[in-house]
């Protein structure tokens, strides 16, 4: 699993282009049943996938916090929302509340986390694979794709499957 996280920003870039195009003829046209195929391959992949061995989502780009996911961490916590915040998040340039550095700071060395129950909700959805309307969110796929095997995987077999 190591190498193939290592190999994936390459793998991931030299797929760039033509993701890109396949996106854009996607989003102009995309098949009745797109929710339907999106949630199979999500299944398919993520019954393979041991997120266990991999976590190079958490390891390299962290979650926004909603306020909500703010106020159920920092109950877990037995914080006050604006404690947990000076203690674990920032503000980035889009106004979001983001971790103050990566990987994790709850992640644990055996890539478990230590919130499980109450993580964000970005966490809970990403990659984001088996998302309804799965063409609005291509941007983000395309950026995805080189951090997680399992999206880099969906996408291959999503140009598999709809032509
Ligand atoms: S969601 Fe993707 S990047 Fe995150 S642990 Fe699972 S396979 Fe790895
Ligand atoms: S909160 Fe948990 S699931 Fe989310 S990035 Fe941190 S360790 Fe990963």
């Given at each position: 699993?190591?190498?193939?996280?290592?190999?994936?920003?390459?793998?991931?870039?030299?797929?760039?282009?033509?993701?890109?195009?396949?996106?854009?003829?996607?989003?102009?046209?995309?098949?009745?049943?797109?929710?339907?195929?999106?949630?199979?391959?999500?299944?398919?992949?993520?019954?393979?996938t041991?997120?266990?061995?991999?976590?190079?989502?958490?390891?390299?780009?962290?979650?926004?916090?909603?306020?909500?996911?703010?106020?159920?961490?920092a109950?877990?916590?037995?914080?006050?929302?604006?404690?947990?915040?000076?203690?674990?998040?920032?503000?980035?340039?889009?106004?979001?509340?983001?971790?103050?550095?990566?990987?994790?700071?709850?992640?644990?060395?055996?890539?478990?986390?230590?919130?499980?129950?109450?993580?964000?909700?970005?966490?809970?959805?990403?990659?984001?694979?088996?998302?309804?309307?799965?063409?609005?969110?291509?941007?983000?796929?395309l950026?995805?794709?080189?951090?997680?095997?399992?999206?880099?995987?969906i996408?291959?077999?999503?140009?598999?499957?709809?032509?």
């Amino acid at each position: 699993m190591q190498d193939l996280i290592k190999n994936l920003p390459k793998q991931a870039n030299d797929k760039h282009n033509e993701n890109k195009k396949f996106f854009t003829k996607l989003k102009k046209k995309a098949p009745k049943n797109l929710d339907y195929i999106m949630q199979e391959l999500h299944d398919d992949e993520f019954k393979k996938t041991d997120c266990l061995e991999c976590a190079n989502c958490c390891k390299t780009t962290g979650p926004l916090f909603t306020d909500k996911d703010v106020d159920r961490i920092a109950k877990f916590f037995r914080l006050k929302p604006q404690q947990f915040i000076s203690q674990y998040l920032r503000i980035d340039e889009e106004n979001d509340y983001v971790l103050q550095s990566v990987p994790c700071t709850f992640l644990g060395a055996d890539n478990y986390c230590s919130i499980y129950e109450v993580r964000p909700k970005a966490c809970r959805e990403f990659p984001h694979t088996d998302r309804k309307k799965f063409q609005q969110i291509s941007n983000l796929t395309l950026k995805n794709v080189a951090i997680c095997p399992a999206a880099f995987n969906i996408v291959e077999e999503m140009k598999n499957r709809i032509k």
